[in-house]
């Protein structure tokens, strides 16, 4: 559906002024030099004639349906689109109007994933900019307090730290898990994500922001959170630098709040004490993980405002893709730039592989040891679902980033000029290929039941006993030490349990000195006195 839009859609790229194109020695390859930086590309001749036609027709299956005529090849509306991406980073072509493509675009927030409008499980419940104002009104004081941070970290740091029996009971409260348990983990990650999205809201109104939605949705298809949709490019910078350092502050304000309202109330044993440990800590790993600039969260959205990047990590790996291509990256961009962008784009792939390798090790590790081979099948299918959701998510993301970062194409309709060569009954191949995605995928089923694993059901059983036998000992003592659990299985002359030896310890000596007694008087009655 995407594609087939896309073919209705002007291509708004046009070739830079004053391109020189010259033959090489070999056949059907050509260089291009940039008339401003002197930069040299070479392109075979199915590359040069789709950057040259440009200067006949902006229309894409016009330019699909010449291609195809020419080189008996076919090409995609989204390889069409790629390629003039591709090209326009390397400074050969540029735009033909940098305006924004629609009103929604102009005005979206343009690097908090969180705060994208639309998608799929989002639910925007009201209009909440009167209730934000109204926050942003009564609330404005607590701005203040953020000062107090500084002194308040370390203060609940070295509560912690010294505070260490009463820490180590709280956490003994948790080891018995349970409906309870998840119940706490459950109500203290919604409180933390609500009054951090909250607190960003209420910042943005209070800078006179527009806040579009507040609602809930489904991060990667089933952790529910909320969301913030924020209008921020009409404000100053340092006020989009406080909006999006709202959620981080607020969680260090709850992990400050949560330390010390635990210690203030630990020794009461309450229900209180328990929530307030539950939240800080959470509050405390939430801010470790979103603060993170290689993920994109709150403290990604930070820094991109303050480097003046919205879309830093677009930028980032466009520079990456043009690396692995072979491709040089824009003349224009300074060298310490370029090799910023490329260390943040390595960064990034580095963290997320390492955090997505550990995720599952621990994952598949759990469901071996649980369920064998059984737990090595469901370790396969949740890999398979979750490759499948992000390249999924991959190419939508291509998808608005060819709708919004770079303009391609034109929404407004205009004529385009006629064309000679354009048949009009063209019909598009459908890009080939999808037939080995399947061919490995069943091949990797086929692999996988082959796995030298046992697939009976395994897991936890509970044998219960028919009769319950008791023991006795042969001799009184105290018990000291049981060897077996009930319900375990023994076998002959294995050792149950073990008795003190005290009691006949103390006979022994005390039968030792009546006998050491007795010889002495024998000795005096046949020797007599010495």
């Given at each position: 559906m995407a594609e087939s839009a896309g073919q209705n859609e002007s291509i708004r790229w046009r070739l830079q002024p004053d391109l020189e194109f010259e033959s090489t020695a070999t056949t059907g390859r050509y260089q291009v030099r940039h008339p401003v930086s002197g930069e040299r590309f070479e392109l075979g001749e199915e590359e040069v004639f789709l950057c040259q036609a440009l200067n006949r027709t902006t229309d894409p299956q016009a330019i699909q349906a010449d291609f195809a005529q020419r080189f008996d090849l076919t090409i995609t509306a989204d390889q069409l689109h790629q390629f003039y991406q591709d090209m326009a980073a390397s400074g050969l072509l540029s735009a033909v109007n940098d305006a924004p493509i629609d009103e929604t675009d102009a005005d979206a927030p343009e690097i908090d994933d969180d705060d994208r409008l639309g998608g799929a499980y989002r639910w925007s419940w009201f209009d909440p900019q009167r209730g934000f104002n109204g926050i942003a009104a009564h609330l404005r004081g607590l701005r203040h307090g953020v000062w107090l941070l500084a002194p308040g970290i370390p203060l609940a740091l070295l509560v912690l730290l010294y505070n260490q029996p009463q820490y180590q009971y709280t956490l003994r409260t948790f080891a018995d898990p349970g409906w309870h348990l998840l119940f706490k983990l459950t109500?203290?990650?919604?409180?933390?994500?609500?009054?951090?999205?909250?607190?960003?809201?209420?910042?943005?109104?209070?800078?006179?922001?527009?806040?579009?939605?507040?609602?809930?949705?489904?991060?990667?298809?089933?952790?529910?959170?909320?969301?913030?949709?924020?209008?921020?490019?009409?404000?100053?910078?340092?006020?989009?630098?406080?909006?999006?350092?709202?959620?981080?502050?607020?969680?260090?304000?709850?992990?400050?709040?949560?330390?010390?309202?635990?210690?203030?109330?630990?020794?009461?044993?309450?229900?209180?004490?328990?929530?307030?440990?539950?939240?800080?800590?959470?509050?405390?790993?939430?801010?470790?993980?979103?603060?993170?600039?290689?993920?994109?969260?709150?403290?990604?959205?930070?820094?991109?405002?303050?480097?003046?990047?919205?879309?830093?990590?677009?930028?980032?790996?466009?520079?990456?893709?043009?690396?692995?291509?072979?491709?040089?990256?824009?003349a224009g961009l300074p060298s310490g730039e370029k090799y910023a962008l490329l260390g943040y784009a390595l960064a990034c792939v580095t963290y997320v592989l390492l955090l997505v390798g550990m995720i599952m090790l621990a994952i598949s590790t759990y469901l071996k040891l649980r369920f064998q081979g059984v737990g090595v099948v469901l370790f396969l299918v949740l890999a398979t679902l979750a490759a499948r959701w992000f390249l999924h998510r991959l190419a939508r993301q291509r998808q608005r980033g060819a709708k919004r970062s770079l303009p391609v194409t034109d929404r407004v309709s205009r004529s385009t000029p006629q064309h000679s060569v354009v048949p009009t009954g063209a019909v598009i191949k459908k890009k080939r290929g999808g037939w080995l995605w399947r061919l490995a995928l069943l091949a990797l089923l086929v692999t996988a039941a082959f796995l030298p694993y046992s697939y009976d059901v395994t897991g936890e059983v509970t044998l219960f006993p028919a009769a319950r036998a008791e023991i006795h000992a042969v001799t009184s003592g105290i018990l000291t030490q049981v060897q077996v659990r009930e319900n375990a299985w023994v076998t002959p002359e294995q050792v149950l349990a073990e008795l003190s030896t005290w009691q006949q310890d103390q006979d022994l000596a005390v039968t030792a000195a009546e006998i050491k007694r007795q010889q002495a008087e024998l000795e005096l009655l046949k020797h007599g006195k010495k």
């Open positions: 109500f203290s990650l919604f409180v933390v994500n609500l009054f951090s999205k909250v607190a960003q809201g209420a910042t943005c109104a209070f800078y006179q922001g527009r806040v579009a939605q507040f609602g809930l949705r489904l991060a990667y298809g089933f952790i529910p959170r909320f969301f913030v949709a924020k209008r921020v490019r009409s404000l100053a910078r340092h006020q989009q630098l406080w909006i999006a350092a709202a959620g981080l502050l607020t969680k260090l304000s709850l992990f400050v709040i949560g330390a010390l309202l635990w210690r203030l109330t630990v020794e009461t044993g309450g229900t209180l004490g328990i929530y307030s440990f539950i939240i800080s800590h959470i509050a405390l790993g939430a801010f470790l993980f979103t603060a993170n600039p290689l993920w994109r969260a709150d403290g990604y959205n930070w820094l991109a405002t303050f480097l003046n990047m919205p879309r830093l990590r677009e930028r980032a790996f466009q520079v990456l893709g043009l690396y692995l291509r072979g491709r040089r990256p824009p």
